[in-house]
T-cell receptor, first 117, second 108 residues
Framework: ETGVTQSPTHLIKTRGQQVTLRCSSQ?????VSWYQQALGQGPQFIFQ???????GRGNFPPRFSGLQFPNYSSELNVNALELNDSALYLC????????????????FGPGTRLLVL | GQSLEQPSEVTAVEGAIVQINCTYQ??????LSWYQQHDGGAPTFLSY??LDGLEETGRFSSFLSRSDSYGYLLLQELQMKDSASYFC?????????WGAGTKLIIKP
């Protein structure tokens, strides 16, 4: 059992709306990463938070933003939703040894499936 | 650019051995990870190679050749529950860069 939880499990929004997805990391992990996985594809890195600071970002526009809280839980916010934002959004937590190639692993939550109509 | 190549689909028979190959081209490389994902589920970690050679974990083994930018996942004694998608992913700086996944179909 990974211990990473995400909410909600499913969400339906319309184009132009805003959405907030939540993630609780595994106990003892201070690093949270968010990924977007379109159907039939591998996950794409959105950004990563370490000790409440964003310390890495993939090729996603600024309307994708995030937060990490003192308890290391995290939020992903997406503004001005577009149809191609429909995807599975995955949160992964890891210890700081994972950073900069320290090895170890990322533990993934079950994901939030977002449908934009 | 950064890319990982792996076969889109592999079919094997229950009880057999299957190898899933992965070649990569990335700007940064710390190691190669393998994940399993069942339909509708989250990726689960299988193995990680930072150095050249073979890592064995039960029925699963993973191999890395850094000079060839190549790795593979070997699954032995295949079981029906192994039917899933398998992803290779490069640990690059602060992120995982993923391949498109290999769908493993197991026939009885």
């Amino acid at each position: 059992e990974t211990g990473v939880t995400q909410s909600p499990t499913h969400l339906i929004k319309t184009r132009g709306q805003q959405v907030t997805l939540r993630c609780s990391s595994q106990s003892g992990h201070n690093t949270v990463s968010w990924y977007q996985q379109a159907l039939g594809q591998g996950p794409q890195f959105i950004f990563q938070y370490y000790r409440e600071e964003e310390n890495g970002r993939g090729n996603f526009p600024p309307r994708f933003s995030g937060l990490q809280f003192p308890n290391y839980s995290s939020e992903l916010n997406v503004n001005a939703l577009e149809l191609n934002d429909s995807a599975l959004y995955l949160c992964a937590s890891s210890s700081s040894t994972w950073l900069a190639g320290g090895g170890g692993t990322q533990y993934f939550g079950p994901g939030t499936r977002l449908l934009v109509l | 650019g950064q890319s990982l190549e792996q076969p889109s689909e592999v079919t094997a028979v229950e009880g057999a051995i299957v190898q899933i190959n992965c070649t990569y081209q990335t700007s940064g490389f710390y190691g190669l990870s393998w994940y399993q994902q069942h339909d509708g589920g989250a990726p689960t970690f299988l193995s990680y190679n930072a150095l050249d050679g073979l890592e064995e974990t039960g029925r699963f083994s993973s191999f890395l050749s850094r000079s060839d930018s190549y790795g593979y996942l070997l699954l032995q004694e295949l079981q029906m529950k192994d039917s899933a998608s398998y992803f290779c992913a490069v640990n690059s700086n602060y992120q995982l860069i993923w391949g498109a996944g290999t769908k493993l179909i197991i026939k009885p």
